[in-house]
T-cell receptor
Framework: NAGVTQTPKFRVLKTGQSMTLLCAQD?????MYWYRQDPGMGLRLIHY???????AKGEVPDGYNVSRLKKQNFLLGLESAAPSQTSVYFC?????????????FGPGTRLTVT | AQSVAQPEDQVNVAEGNPLTVKCTYS??????LFWYVQYPNRGLQFLLK??????LVKGSYGFEAEFNKSQTSFHLKKPSALVSDSALYFC?????????????FGDGTTLTVKP
């Protein structure tokens, strides 16, 4: 049981390049999330999904797109990277455990845009 | 709208002393409340939660938290701190009446335990 995994762990992009971050979970969770974490700003929700084939915008969705074609995977895309997107990205998943939805996080992807 | 506040950016305690990390929240109805811990260069780990029932909830690593509805607080506590407890702690709230799966996180509190 690997929990939540993220690929890649590190990435350096040049401004304007594109990339996709992959998140996978093996806990059969309904919900999946993408966050970014910046110094002094805590965690900010980018997009989330309440089930396969569904996505919704979070707090800071601009510049990002997501897809959830399979229940276990949640992809985060950057179509044209900008230096402001330099951050640590975390994926999380949650399911209805005992009536609640505590989240389980991946190890993070450190992205630098130059 | 739901929100959570962690009024202290940093908490310093000596090893062996009790620790408290504060959290207050705002939701329209009864909240779901969570605490998470983040060690350096790692993802967040779930510590404990309050859903309903006993106001004092116990979690991993000897941590506990007390739900206080009148003060809208959910402070994290531990009777005797360890150096290994040094980490970044996040409080989170969700509103089961609107979207139980969508939590709002506080900005985090850095706990430093000195030997």
């Amino acid at each position: 049981n690997a929990g939540v995994t993220q690929t890649p762990k590190f990435r350096v992009l040049k401004t304007g390049q594109s990339m996709t971050l992959l998140c996978a979970q093996d806990m059969n969770h309904e919900y999946m999330y993408w966050y970014r974490q910046d110094p002094g700003m805590g965690l900010r929700l980018i997009h989330y999904s309440v089930g396969e084939g569904t996505t919704a915008k979070g707090e800071v969705p601009d510049g990002y797109n997501v897809s959830r074609l399979k229940k276990q995977n949640f992809l985060l895309g950057l179509e044209s990277a900008a230096p402001s997107q330099t951050s640590v990205y975390f994926c999380a998943s949650s399911g209805r455990t005992g009536g609640s939805y505590e989240q389980y996080f991946g190890p993070g992807t450190r992205l630098t845009v130059t | 709208a739901q929100s959570v506040a962690q009024p202290e950016d940093q908490v310093n305690v000596a090893e062996g002393n009790p620790l408290t990390v504060k959290c207050t929240y705002s939701v329209s109805g009864n909240p779901y409340l969570f605490w998470y811990v983040q060690y350096p260069n790692r993802g967040l780990q779930f510590l404990l939660k309050y859903i309903t029932g006993d106001n004092l909830v116990k979690g991993s690593y000897g941590f506990e938290a007390e739900f206080n509805k009148s003060q809208t607080s959910f402070h994290l506590k531990k009777p005797s701190a360890l150096v290994s407890d040094s980490a970044l702690y996040f409080c989170a709230v969700s509103d089961p009446n609107t979207n139980a799966g969508k939590s709002t996180f506080g900005d985090g509190t850095t706990l430093t335990v000195k030997p």
